[in-house]
């Protein structure tokens, strides 16, 4: 058993992408493998895979090994047919190349993602019944203290002005890092309260569950 404090996570944001490179076919295994076209990717790149997979779509995984032309996705399991049905992994990887630290932030919220269920009453039984519907969507609120002149300001600015999918990566004091992926809005309007500090926020409409490394 261990409790944790959030004190000392630092956040950025992926502000620079390369070129997106296809994908050809994937496998079904506990760390999934992508054919790819030539790729320069290393061990360790952070990559944002799109395919036919919905489970996987608009989710970031790390590269944990790596050739020429495919890539293992670090944890990425894909053992189960029934979810990631064979072949349609096809689609494509994007390499984050920068990341720009969001600085002061404040608070980091999630919310969504509850459990959804249809309720049924069958004709023969006096008791309903619920049953799995999925998931609500999720989001991810980020308070941040205001300065317009901090590097993370013009970036969160042009992903919000350009309405672009990008990445959030939390680094926990513990090495645990958690990445987020989907549409930023930035409101650079700052919060005015006498005696409380001037803060801006930025929200995520989270396309996929966010991805989680232990270190």
């Avoid at 919060?191 to 929200?203: F, I, P, R």
Wanted: neutral net charge.
């Amino acid at each position: 058993m261990a409790f944790s404090l959030p004190n000392g996570t630092t956040y950025a944001v992926a502000s620079i992408y390369a070129t997106l490179i296809a994908v050809s076919a994937a496998t079904n295994a506990t760390e999934a493998v992508l054919t790819t076209a030539a790729n320069t990717y290393a061990v360790g790149d952070l990559l944002e895979y799109t395919s036919g997979w919905t489970r996987a779509n608009n989710r970031v995984f790390r590269a944990k090994a790596v050739t020429g032309t495919s890539v293992t996705l670090e944890g990425f399991d894909t053992t189960a047919v029934a979810l990631f049905p064979a072949g349609a992994g096809i689609g494509s990887l994007r390499k984050i190349t920068t990341w720009t630290p969001i600085t002061q932030v404040i608070s980091c919220e999630p919310s969504g993602g509850d459990a959804k269920f249809v309720t049924v009453e069958p004709m023969d039984t006096d008791t309903e019944l619920n049953i799995p519907a999925g998931y609500s969507a999720r989001t991810l609120a980020i308070t941040i203290g205001d300065d317009p002149t901090l590097p993370h300001h013009a970036a969160l600015k042009a992903i919000s002005d350009g309405r672009k999918i990008a990445a959030v990566r939390a680094q926990l004091p513990s090495g645990s890092i958690i990445l987020y992926n989907g549409y930023i809005t930035y409101d650079e309007t700052p919060t005015l309260t006498k005696g409380q500090v001037m803060s801006v926020k930025a929200n995520m409409a989270q396309q996929g569950q966010p991805v989680r490394y232990a270190s």
